[in-house]
T-cell receptor, first 115, second 115 residues
Framework: GAVVSQHPSWVICKSGTSVKIECRSL??????MFWYRQFPKQSLMLMAT?????????EQGVEKDKFLINHASLTLSTLTVTSAHPEDSSFYIC???????????FGPGTRLTVT | GENVEQHPSTLSVQEGDSAVIKCTYS??????FPWYKQELGKRPQLIID?????GEKKDQRIAVTLNKTAKHFSLHITETQPEDSAVYFC??????????????FGSGTRLSIRP
């Protein structure tokens, strides 16, 4: 149980375009979802926390107008990278948690390459 | 702000020997400490976790210790095997109530097991 999926698993886009990444909890209701970014050979950096039906809480230094997060249902959160630039190229990973549990369940990640 | 420091950044041990990874955290209100194993290009996998009301926890070859006073926690892997080679991350979280909260990751330790 506690499976989280992400789509797409990888995407290549041109500079200036927008890309949407989906994160789904397949077999549980996710009260909270988290979005992380991981550059090569580095750690996971939390970008934002989202609760279903509420606005996301962004970490310091993360541009909320550039990284749009929507958590419209208890099983789906989306991250849209707007006006992508090559420096946005990274591995984006979501995680989800259920009520009453400390553990976060991670998605498989999405590798974004901006050319 | 919250910070988790992790050492060493790389660790090479002979197969069958033990490996120890150490972390310190800055937020004294942290109460949940998960450890993750991440293989290249894949999602982080929870391997063990400990809560602040426990000083030590063991699961087969893996053990974690926590010193709340010193704000230190450590991962111990005994009888290391080639499949233990991966990047390991410690993390700390200030979980509220009974639900998950944001996780702050350490910088990671690249563990290599020499045959």
């Amino acid at each position: 149980g506690a499976v989280v999926s992400q789509h797409p698993s990888w995407v290549i886009c041109k500079s200036g375009t927008s890309v949407k990444i989906e994160c789904r909890s397949l077999d549980f209701q996710a009260t909270t979802m988290f979005w992380y970014r991981q550059f090569p050979k580095q750690s996971l950096m939390l970008m934002a926390t989202s609760n279903e039906g509420s606005k996301a809480t962004y970490e310091q230094g993360v541009e909320k107008d550039k990284f749009l997060i929507n958590h419209a249902s208890l099983t789906l959160s989306t991250l849209t990278v707007t006006s992508a630039h090559p420096e946005d190229s990274s591995f984006y990973i979501c995680s989800a948690s259920m009520a009453g549990h400390y553990e976060q369940y991670f998605g498989p990640g999405t590798r974004l390459t901006v050319t | 702000g919250e910070n988790v420091e992790q050492h060493p950044s790389t660790l090479s041990v002979q197969e069958g020997d033990s490996a120890v990874i150490k972390c310190t955290y800055s937020d004294s209100a942290s109460n949940y400490f998960p450890w993750y194993k991440q293989e290249l290009g894949k999602r982080p996998q929870l391997i063990i976790d400990i809560r602040s009301n426990v000083g030590e926890k063991k699961d087969q070859r893996i053990a974690v210790t926590l010193n709340k006073t010193a704000k230190h926690f450590s991962l111990h892997i005994t009888e290391t095997q080639p499949e233990d080679s991966a990047v390991y991350f410690c993390a700390a979280s200030r979980a509220r109530g009974s639900s998950a909260s944001k996780i702050i990751f350490g910088s990671g330790t690249r563990l290599s097991i020499r045959p």
